[in-house]
Each structure stands twice: as structure tokens, then as C-alpha cells.
């Protein structure tokens, strides 16, 4: 139990396009999800925490308006880069947990901006 | 304080050995503390977690030991194969955000 899935698993694009990711929780329902980014060899960076039909809050120094983030539902959040450029370019990691229990991790998003 | 700080940052140990990855930390308003471990190219997943009011806990070969008053907490892979092989991930927990520590590096020789 307890899966997360994250798609697309990589994506490659040009400078200035927006790329949508999603994370869904297939078998349980995700009261908060948050969206971490990691660099190569590094740790994970929390961007932010989304709880079901509110805003996302976000963590020092991230754009909200360069990372959009939607939790529509209870098993479903987005993050899209806006505007994406080369600077964006990183693993994305969404994660989903059910009222106070652990989080649990996708397999990531490798996003390249050419 | 919200940094947890994760030593060493990579570990070489024989198959069979012991691996031992230690963890340290500052707020006392943490109040869960798991351990990941990853893949390269894929996301953490959850290995084991303890709670501040529990002195150890044991799942398989992986062992935590938690030192409440030196504010320092372990994993122990006993009987290390090389399948362990990856990278692992301290965190500690605060108002249900998770702090990670900067990663372990395990190497299992055959």
C-alpha cells in the first residue's frame, strides 16, 4: 500500500516553456502533499506543503509564481514550472501523507531545459 | 535550529559487515525521525522511523538508536549486502514538515 506515482518520469524542453507535473496517491488519500527539489548528489529541498483545496504554502525563497502548485483533490496535486529555464533544471519529488501518518515519495521528475 | 546534520557523507563496507550512518540535530520540537533510503534516479522510500520517547528500534536488519539527551539518532544496517547499496537519508520531523540530513553514500563490496 501506500504508492505514490509521479508523472511524466522526465521531461526535456525549451527555455520558456511551463511543465506540468503531477503526484497522485493511488491507494489512500493525501491530506497534505508538498513538492521537494534535489540537486545531484545533494539533499532534499522542501518548496512547498499543499493541503486539499487550499493554497500551497511555500518555503523561503521559492517563487510561488515560478512554481505553481494546485491539490484539487485528495489524490491529486500539480506542480508547474512556469516559464522554465535552464536554472530550473533539477529532480522534482512530490510525496503524499494521510492526516499525521509518514510521507511517502513518488520516483521523481528529471526536468531538463535546453 | 532546523538543520540535522548526517555523517559520514559516504561509507564503504564489506558484505556481511555493519553499516553505521549517524545523525545529529539541534530542536528538541522534533518529534519523529525517519530514515530513507534511495536509488539513483528514483525517490526516497521510507525504511524505518522512531519517535523521541523510544531509546531503539529494530525492523529486519535495520536498527535505529535514538539518544534523546545528545540530540543524536543511528541507523545500523547489520549484515550489509550489496543490494543495500544506496544513498540514505536521515530526517526529523517539526509542525509535519520534513528536515533532511545531507546523505549517505553506502557501498557494499561483494
Known amino acids: 500500500g501506500a504508492v505514490v506515482s509521479q508523472h511524466p518520469s522526465r521531461v526535456i524542453c525549451k527555455s520558456g516553456t511551463s511543465v506540468k507535473i503531477e503526484c497522485r496517491s493511488l491507494?489512500?488519500?493525501?491530506?497534505?502533499m508538498f513538492w521537494y527539489r534535489q540537486f545531484p548528489k545533494q539533499s532534499l529541498m522542501l518548496m512547498a506543503t499543499s493541503n486539499e483545496g487550499s493554497k500551497a504554502t511555500y518555503e523561503q525563497g521559492v517563487e510561488k509564481d515560478k512554481f505553481l502548485i494546485n491539490h484539487a483533490s485528495l489524490t491529486l496535486s500539480t506542480l508547474t514550472v512556469t516559464s522554465a529555464h535552464p536554472e530550473d533544471s533539477s529532480f522534482y519529488i512530490c510525496?503524499?501523507?494521510?492526516?499525521?501518518?509518514?510521507?511517502?515519495f513518488g520516483d521523481g521528475t528529471r526536468l531538463s531545459i535546453l | 535550529q532546523q538543520q540535522v546534520k548526517q555523517s559520514p557523507q559516504s561509507l564503504i563496507v564489506q558484505k556481511g559487515g555493519i553499516s553505521i550512518i549517524n545523525c545529529a540535530y539541534e530542536n528538541t520540537a522534533f518529534d519523529y525521525f525517519p530514515w530513507y533510503q534511495q536509488f539513483p534516479g528514483k525517490g526516497p522510500a521510507l525504511l524505518i522511523a522512531?519517535?523521541?520517547?523510544?531509546s531503539e528500534k529494530k525492523e529486519g536488519r535495520f536498527t535505529i538508536s535514538f539518544n534523546k539527551s545528545a540530540k543524536q539518532f543511528s541507523l545500523h544496517i547489520m549484515d550489509s549486502q550489496p543490494g543495500d547499496s544506496a544513498t540514505y537519508f536521515c530526517?526529523?520531523?517539526?509542525?509535519?514538515?520534513?528536515?533532511f540530513g545531507q546523505g549517505t553514500t553506502l557501498q557494499v563490496k561483494p
Open positions: 530526517a526529523a520531523r517539526n509542525t509535519g514538515k520534513l528536515i
Open positions: 522512531i519517535r523521541p520517547d523510544v
Open positions: 510525496s503524499a501523507r494521510e492526516l499525521a501518518g509518514p510521507q511517502h
Open positions: 491507494d489512500f488519500q493525501a491530506t497534505t
